[in-house]
């Protein structure tokens, strides 16, 4: 994880108002424009190498975006539809990237948020790979009873065999963590953080610029001919 | 006094049955508390009233008191009783929530509104007594079991507790993951925090421990010095005696060794070592009997190799099992013994050499196929329960393979005492007996081969009793056993053969004595020889002046 120095909020402005620049303009060139600033960001960074695995993840959604839009619209339009989400999914990559969770729920708790809010926000991606890995040991349990579930059709009619114990775990496992969670003062009065988010002058400067390039956006689509 | 139990009675929400039942108890500050029971016999849930979770999180009908540091739980919720009291529950993976070790460590502290700066010197000396300074920006998630166990000890300690419980710490680590865990409980004790300790595998604590609590039926049915309990009439209460003192009372003689050092002088000062020695060499060949040459190969396996996300997890295994053999896998966690039995019957392919179970290509056939042959006991039977009842659940395979016998079920419904459970949901059975129909589950098919995962691990003296009546008799019926686990002491008392692993090799393949003289090969490994062995090895050496 590349922890930056801004403060999460002003990142997550910076990032809602790339998305909204991305959603306002339906021509390649600004959103190529736009992807080209991105990678040169990624590149600054050195988060080449993690952006392309996520882009192996991503191409997949970006491809069937860019197929489906084409074949309704026109390929032009496909290829604005691909663009676009691939500049969104990159914005939110760099934000992901260079924010620790920990931090952006603390900053979130800062505007006001309820702490088991953004606690929940911050945790919950966190126990996805533990319920793949459960699911996976399931699995096996099953397969190793004969039960079918290599994949295909016929893996639907099994899937009792695998979303019940899994249901059950999951619930099981909430169980036991809100019950060690408890146990070490979640949602007592008072918290206070190691890391108290402080919005300092570089923020207020990512935030005007945003603004700015909001406005511009703003403007070069509502008033230029 | 730091914790005092007065006669408190809870049962939890929809159950008429009490997990604690009047228990009475006093544990005073400075003290390291061993206590031990049965399944069932209300050992967590006394955990948990400790620090207030019985009754204010679990809710349920609650009865008598309890002070912790003198403050009524009752009276403080677990919020202000965490301050002086902390719990490592049994299961690291459900107590680690945050993103990395360092906030993990941190998340108490910060409950607490404590400054950066204290946080920052108590996160330096817990992680510095557990030895996790150099996983600070790990996921929790990605850790070694012994890794989160360390983590989840560390994420109470940095809250410095004045009492420290925990419930069954030692279940999932390898020896070395045990030995590590002992040395930070033992500088916890130096440092005057109070200890409880709630566990089955009382050799590996034992020594450690001031005082000894046995708990049935949510009672504390008797309490006082380890060896005093131990000596005393406790063969009801189902635990898991040290293997030391389970040979002695074989033997008929009332001593408590600890160690192999304590069990010579216990035979030297009676002079019982001549005839003690002799009686045992008549009884080790039974222990390690070997199958015939003769019998027939069930699994052979050449130059095995397996690779997991750019590490090889398996390199060049060798592997060969006959009719009647039970072998046991040993190694550190993470040395390949989970790859190896996923082999067995096709979940995994080698990706060079070949295994063969019965003659099937694991290569060439599915694991549909293959599973037909190998039942596999997994250590979470929660993995596979699913159907409604428990008929059901343990007719799954025999009907997913066309091969239902009703009178070979009957017999195994028989045999793991679940003829009255049959029409009930398996979700609503006690682990024990939910481990007892994955057994019945994996044999139904009548297999020629059977993978036991980690089967001892979390488990009490009379499901370890029952598991060794199944193996004795799988064994006498010409079924072949494969035990996955770290439980030595099980192993070396029920495996005709070890296998032990270390970092995807084969580094020791022969009968448990052989492997256990081969102290380079047990350090290589982790593992340690057991205190029966050790006992073993001085009595036959000549002399036998010096243990």
């Known amino acids: ?225 | 006094m730091i914790l005092h139990f007065e006669e408190v009675s809870y049962s939890y929400p929809g159950s008429a049955a009490r997990a604690l039942d009047g228990l009475n108890l006093t544990v005073d500050p400075g003290e390291s508390v061993l206590v031990a029971g049965s399944s069932g016999s209300g050992k967590s849930t006394f955990c948990r009233a400790s620090i207030g979770l019985v009754p204010h999180f679990h809710h349920g009908k609650f009865t008598g008191r309890v002070l912790v540091a003198g403050c009524d739980t009752r009276r403080h919720p677990v919020h202000e009783l965490f301050r002086h009291a902390g719990l490592v529950f049994q299961n690291p993976d459900a107590q680690l929530f945050n993103q990395t070790v360092e906030a993990e460590l941190t998340y108490g502290l910060e409950s607490l509104g404590m400054r950066p700066s204290e946080i920052e010197s108590r996160m330096a000396w817990a992680s510095g007594l557990t030895k996790l300074d150099s996983l600070m920006d790990r996921p929790p998630q990605t850790l070694s079991g012994g890794e989160k166990q360390r983590l989840a000890l560390a994420s109470i300690l940095t809250l410095r507790p004045r009492l420290l419980l925990l419930d069954e710490p030692f279940t999932h680590l390898d020896p070395e993951g045990t030995e590590e865990l002992r040395r930070i409980l033992r500088t916890m004790k130096s440092e005057g925090i109070t200890l409880v300790l709630v566990e089955h595998r009382l050799h590996e604590v034992i020594q450690d421990a001031d005082r000894l609590i046995v708990f049935h039926a949510g009672k504390a049915v008797a309490e006082g010095p380890p060896r005093q309990v131990l000596s005393g009439d406790i063969s009801t209460y189902g635990l898991n005696l040290p293997s030391l003192i389970r040979l002695f009372r074989t033997f008929g003689l009332d001593e408590t060794p600890f160690n192999a050092d304590e069990a010579i002088e216990a035979l030297k000062t009676r002079n019982l070592l001549e005839p003690f020695s002799s009686r045992l060499s008549r009884e080790i060949p039974k222990l390690s009997g070997a199958p015939g040459e003769a019998a027939s190969p069930i699994v052979e396996g050449e130059n095995i190799w397996f690779n997991y996300e750019g590490r090889n997890v398996l390199r060049g295994v060798h592997l060969k099992l006959q009719k009647g053999e039970c072998i046991a896998l040993l190694g550190r966690n993470g040395a390949g013994k989970t790859t190896l039995i996923k082999h067995l019957n096709g979940l995994l392919k080698p990706q060079r050499g070949f295994l063969t179970v019965l003659g099937l290509d694991t290569r060439r056939n599915p694991v549909s196929k293959i599973s037909r042959h190998v039942g596999l006991v997994w250590q979470n039977p929660n993995d596979q329960l699913f159907r409604p009842t428990v008929r059901e659940e343990v007719l799954t395979a025999p009907k997913a393979f066309r091969s239902y016998d009703p009178a070979w079920c009957n017999q195994l419904f028989e045999r793991f005492g679940l003829s009255s459970l049959l029409d009930r949901s398996p979700f609503s059975l006690s682990e024990g007996q939910k481990k007892r129909v994955s057994f019945a589950a994996a044999l139904a098919v009548k297999p020629g081969l059977i993978v036991l995962d980690e089967p001892t691990a979390g488990q009490d003296e009379s499901f370890r009793r029952e598991l060794t009546g199944f193996i004795t008799r799988l064994r006498e019926e010409g079924c072949a056993i494969v035990l996955a686990t770290h439980d030595l002491e099980f192993a070396a008392e029920h495996a005709t053969r070890w296998l032990v692993l270390s970092d995807g090799q084969i580094v020791a393949d022969g009968p448990p004595e052989e492997v256990m003289a081969d102290a380079a090969v047990m350090t290589k490994a982790g593992l340690r020889p057991t205190q029966r062995f050790q006992l073993i090895q001085f009595i036959k050496q000549p002399g036998k002046d010096t243990p």
């Open chain 1, 1 to 225: 994880m590349k922890s930056s120095t801004f403060d999460p909020r002003s990142k997550l402005i910076a990032a809602l108002v790339g998305t909204l620049f991305l959603v306002m303009f339906n021509h390649w060139v600004p959103l190529a424009a736009f992807l080209g600033a991105l990678a040169v960001m990624v590149l600054l960074l050195h988060l080449s190498r993690s952006w392309i695995h996520f882009l192996k993840n991503l191409g997949f959604a970006v491809f069937a975006f860019f197929t489906i839009v084409s074949l309704a619209s026109d390929l032009l339009t496909g290829i604005v539809a691909g663009l676009r989400l691939l500049a969104i999914g990159t914005v939110f990559f760099l934000f992901f990237r260079t924010t620790p969770p920990e931090r952006l729920s603390n900053a979130l708790l800062k505007t006001g948020l309820p702490y088991p809010f953004t606690f929940v926000l911050s945790t919950s991606m966190q126990f996805v790979p533990v319920l793949i890995r459960r699911a996976r040991n399931i699995r096996d349990a099953q397969r190793a009873r004969g039960i079918p579930m290599e994949g295909g059709p016929r893996t639907l009619l099994h899937l009792p065999a695998l979303v019940g114990p899994l249901l059950i775990q999951a619930f099981t496992f909430a169980d036991e963590l809100a019950e060690a969670m408890e146990a070490r003062g979640f949602g007592i009065p008072g918290r206070r953080f190691r890391f108290e988010p402080r919005f300092r002058w570089v923020d207020w400067t990512v935030v005007g610029i945003s603004l700015a390039v909001l406005t511009a956006g703003l403007a070069i689509k509502f008033f230029l001919p």
